[in-house]
Structures are given as C-alpha cells and as structure tokens.
C-alpha cells in the first residue's frame, strides 16, 4: 500500500490556474472513482476540497475542480488566489476498506 | 456544524501504549466511519484506520498489529490505542468523520504526540 505520487512543489501567478497531479495504480485510482483531495495550511487540520474525482462539498469555491484518466487523478485551481496558497493532498480508496493518501503538493502563489 | 477534539498525552515513552480520545458534538455518530489519521512532522498524511459505528473496524495493515481503535456511542468518543511505540509513531494525531468511499468532511484540530524518553 505505497502511498500516491504528487509533485512535490506547483506555483502560480495570482489570475492563473494550476493543475496537481496525483498518480496511483491500478488497484486505487484507476480501480475506483473514489478520489478526494484536501487542502492544509501550516499548522492546521486538513479541509476537504473534493471528494469522489469531482464533487465539490458545500463551501468549497468553485475554481476548485478534479478529475481522472486511468491511474492519474488531478486537481485544478483556476484562478489562484493568495489563501489558495497552502499544501494540497489526494487520497484514494485503494480496496480491501483501506485507503491511501498522496504525497503532498505545496502550492505557492507567486 | 460538527466538531471534533482530541485528547490525550502529548508525550509518550518508547515502548509504551500511545492512547487518544476523539470527542465529536455531534450526537448522529451512527452510519460514519470514524477516523485516525496522523502527520509526522514535516511529513504527508497516513490513513491509520476506522471504526464504523456499529463496532466494526478496518487498520492499516502495516500498523494492525499494534493497533486498537475502539467506540463508546453513549459518550459520542472514539478512541486509538497504538501499542509499542517508538520515535517513528511521533506525529500529530488527527481524528476525523469519514465516508465509506474514504473522504473526511469534519476534521479535529489535531494533537501532536512525541515518543521520547
């Protein structure tokens, strides 16, 4: 059960978007539509941003966006804005009720 | 709103039982799976395991044998008992209200644990 592989860093300019990466395998992001990804800022609790590939919780702006292909799921934030600045992470159910969370990508806004 | 807090020590001797305590206000704790997840300083998140409110749990395979987690319905607490620490268990420890699918919509603020003589 390896963890997910996310770029470890990803920038942009204010206005811009951004796109994450988040690549699993076979027997978690490609075999379930069960992609979430939270953001964390520094000393804080994660905060859910996307859940099942592309469903956005109430709250949640929508210049947040997710999607998948095969074993790679991605979350674009279009638009950057300086408190979208901050760690984000993917997690996928990975089968057997286990669950896999991604390496984390830091997110700056330059 | 539903809110979540832990509790426990935050310092833990190699060797010994790590034990928290997750509190949620909301009185629904039926039909959620309730979860441990922890973040070694600097580090990504790692899922631990869950206990459906009927009892039944599922670990991280990797830490099964060390681990426990346990409900009281009656007092709206979950709790994680991680047997035979060692400086690798030192994280901050976050409990959180997850889907089966494996998504956490309401997070605790988290607590950081250290294992350290």
């Known amino acids: 059960q390896s963890a997910l592989t996310q770029p470890p860093s990803a920038s942009g300019s204010p206005g811009q978007s951004v796109t994450i990466s988040c690549t699993g395998t076979s027997s978690d992001v490609g075999a379930y539509n069960y992609v979430s990804w939270y953001q964390q800022h520094p000393g804080k609790a994660p905060k859910l941003m996307i859940y099942?590939?592309?469903r956005r919780p109430s709250g949640v702006p929508d210049h947040f966006s997710g999607s998948k292909s095969g074993n790679t799921a991605s979350l674009t934030v279009s638009g950057l804005q300086a408190e979208d600045e901050a760690d984000y992470y993917c997690s996928s159910y990975a089968g057997s009720n286990n669950y896999v969370f991604g390496t984390g990508t830091r997110v700056t806004v330059l | 709103q539903v809110q979540l807090q832990e509790s426990g020590p935050g310092l833990v001797k190699p060797s010994e039982t790590l034990s928290l305590t997750c509190t949620v206000s909301d009185r629904s704790i039926s039909g959620y799976y309730w979860s441990w997840i922890r973040q070694p300083p600097g580090k990504g998140l790692e899922w631990i395991g869950y206990i459906y409110s009927s009892g039944s749990t599922n670990y991280k395979p990797s830490l099964k044998s060390r681990l426990t987690i346990s409900i009281d319905t009656s007092k709206n607490q979950f709790s994680l008992k991680l047997s035979s620490v060692t400086a690798a268990d030192t994280a901050v420890y976050y409990c959180a209200r997850f889907y089966w699918s494996g998504y956490g919509d309401y997070w605790g603020q988290g607590v950081l644990v250290t294992v350290s003589s």
């Open positions: 099942e590939v592309n």
